[in-house]
């Protein structure tokens, strides 16, 4: 697998939508920083599953990686399980978060806050694209609606549009 690199990137972001909306100041390297809908409060030892304010697709030839920005591990947040984004995902990520500061303090993650990287790597083979019912979580119905009518116009081989209908309909909402 090869890293896609920051130029690769921005063309996939503006020509496919892998981050939406982004802001070119968080391309970070050959990645990108996400944020996080809403402010949050983790207190000591408690878990939460933070929603991203960007909404990801993760084209069928490419998987996302994660990995927390290190300011938020040097305050003790953990980031638990989810560590790839499946090739052909569209949605906002529900971000695994979990409080382990020594000092037992709070911890506050502003909206807007860079917080995960995420990096794509080129995937060997054929594409699998994800099928689970997390496809287009947390999306209202206009950003569904954009990315149903998108995918098979940009994968039409791997995407259809009743497909795509079914699972909008039966997501996780905002």
């Known amino acids: 697998m090869t890293i896609i690199g920051k130029n690769l990137l921005v063309k996939l972001v503006e020509e496919q939508k892998c981050i939406h909306p982004f802001d070119y100041d968080l391309f970070d390297g050959d990645g ?8 949050t409060v983790l207190n000591y030892l408690e878990h939460r599953n933070v929603i991203s304010h960007e909404v990801v697709f993760t084209p069928p030839d490419l998987v996302g990686h994660l990995t927390a920005k290190s300011k938020y591990g040097r305050l003790g947040l953990s980031f638990l ?9 569209v949605g906002r990520l529900a971000l ?10 709070p911890i506050t993650i502003k909206r807007g806050d860079p917080l995960i990287h995420i990096e ?3 995937r060997e083979g054929d594409p699998s694209v994800y099928s689970g019912q997390y496809m287009f979580q947390y ?3 206009q950003e569904a609606e954009t990315y149903a009518n998108l995918l098979p116009k940009l994968h039409p081989s791997l995407f259809t549009k009743d497909e795509l209908e ?5 997501r996780v909402k905002v």
């Open 32 to 39: 990108y920083v996400l944020t996080v809908q809403k402010e």
């Open 96 to 105: 695994e978060l979990v409080n382990l500061n020594n000092e037992r303090a």
């Open 120 to 122: 794509f790597e080129r």
């Open 139 to 141: 999306l209202n119905d």
């Open 81 to 89: 399980n989810s560590v790839k984004v499946h090739s052909g995902f």
């Open 166 to 170: 079914v699972k909008c309909k039966a």
